[in-house]
T-cell receptor, first 112, second 114 residues
Framework: GENVEQHPSTLSVQEGDSAVIKCTYS??????FPWYKQELGKRPQLIID?????GEKKDQRIAVTLNKTAKHFSLHITETQPEDSAVYFC???????????FGAGTRLFVKA | DSGVTQTPKHLITATGQRVTLRCSPR?????VYWYQQSLDQGLQFLIQ???????AKGNILERFSAQQFPDLHSELNLSSLELGDSALYFC?????????????FGDGTRLSIL
């Protein structure tokens, strides 16, 4: 069945360093890949997304890369700040699909 | 503010009881999704509605049911509640039915079963 694997489950970095979270999906028809950030006790919020017709997308300190051949995509956060500490979820959707498949989440700690 | 409204914010009840969670989607959104998030766990997809019709089902228990009304608000009904049903329940909405659009989440309803 459809599956999205996310690694690592926990990531601890020093403030100012980069953080990378990786996801692998199983459904080759997937074509939309959003990333959500969830702070403690709050709702998930979309931070960036990418569609299968592009390989990379950037928004300030955040970037997402997509490798369709390998069926994996990654979130890159540069110059991390303490406020980046949260749980990050990747997800995958496909054309005509009605169900978003979420990864299990990565808990990011940014140490000041 | 995502524009998605969930009520109530908190709900405390006992085992065996029944509760109803309510969600109003963003203006213009036709799809509503329900998710369950247990403590320190991921987002478990329960069910999706589009314009009043059920479109996709996830790991939703038979004790749970949902519907979307003509005004597009949705309700999630949980019955014969068990301790393990204690969780944060999120509603999300999106514009389309095919799920290729961002989902906008409400602030959730925290359900505690005593």
């Amino acid at each position: 069945g459809e599956n999205v694997e996310q690694h690592p489950s926990t990531l601890s970095v020093q403030e100012g360093d980069s953080a990378v979270i990786k996801c692998t999906y199983s459904d080759s028809a997937s074509n939309y890949f959003p990333w959500y950030k969830q702070e403690l006790g709050k709702r998930p919020q979309l931070i960036i997304d990418i569609r299968s017709n592009v390989g990379e997308k950037k928004d300030q300190r955040i970037a997402v890369t997509l490798n369709k051949t390998a069926k994996h995509f990654s979130l890159h956060i540069t110059e991390t700040q303490p406020e980046d500490s949260a749980v990050y979820f990747c997800a995958a959707n496909r054309i005509g699909g009605f169900k978003t498949i979420f990864g299990a989440g990565t808990r990011l700690f940014v140490k000041a | 503010d995502s524009g998605v409204t969930q009520t109530p914010k908190h709900l405390i009840t006992a085992t065996g009881q029944r509760v109803t969670l309510r969600c109003s989607p963003r203006s213009g959104d036709l799809s509503v999704y329900w998710y369950q998030q247990s403590l320190d766990q991921g987002l478990q997809f329960l069910i999706q509605y589009y314009n009043g019709e059920e479109r996709a089902k996830g790991n939703i228990l038979e004790r749970f049911s949902a519907q979307q009304f003509p005004d597009l608000h949705s309700e999630l009904n949980l019955s014969s509640l068990e301790l393990g049903d204690s969780a944060l329940y999120f509603c999300a909405s999106s514009v389309a039915a095919d799920d290729n659009q961002p989902q906008h989440f409400g602030d959730g309803t925290r359900l505690s079963i005593l």
